[in-house]
């Protein structure tokens, strides 16, 4: 003999003197929905802007100022208010390129002149920027590759206008 199917008619019995009711404590439910909060019980603002927000004015690496939002992958933080800051990690490295040695030996066999090629000297900026923001009880750091020099000069030039945009 076969029990009865409990799903048959809908309704699932949870348990002894439960059929029907709501399920208890150690009973399968449905979890309420998660809604991150900031101290204080404030609900984190959505993770994109609202639609029609406008275009973007500022974005350095994965940070982005739509309107008066700062969009990070972490959520969004107001823009009022909000502390900028960067740290150059860059370094400049410079040495002597292949072709030069090259040069040197195949010279110097003709004439003590291919020497002077060892004076060659190439410079490669290698490293990052870090970029940081706080706002609204909230952190994001994002880092910039340096790809030259003025990388880091490009990056407080954008700095400095997303600060006036803070005010």
């Given at each position: ?13 949870w348990g002894p ?32 802007g609202p639609a ?116």
């Amino acid at each position: 003999m076969s029990e009865p199917n409990p799903y048959a008619n809908g309704e699932y019995k949870w348990g002894p003197g439960q059929q029907g009711a709501t399920p208890a404590y150690g009973y399968p439910q449905a979890p309420p929905p998660y809604q991150p909060t900031l101290p204080g019980g404030v609900p984190v603002p959505p993770q994109y802007g609202p639609a029609g927000a406008g275009m973007p004015l500022l974005s350095l690496g994965d940070i982005v100022v739509v309107g008066d939002q700062i969009v990070t992958p972490a959520g969004n933080m107001p823009l009022k208010g909000a502390v900028w800051n960067a740290m150059d990690m860059s370094r400049v490295e410079e040495k002597m390129p292949t072709a030069a040695i090259v040069l040197a030996v195949v010279f110097f066999l003709f004439c003590f002149l291919g020497l002077l090629f060892l004076l060659m000297k190439e410079k490669q900026t290698t490293g990052f920027v870090q970029v940081m923001v706080t706002s609204g009880g909230r952190h994001h750091v994002t880092m910039i590759p340096a790809t030259t020099p003025d990388t880091f000069h490009w990056v407080m030039g954008q700095l400095n206008y997303a600060r006036t945009l803070s005010i």
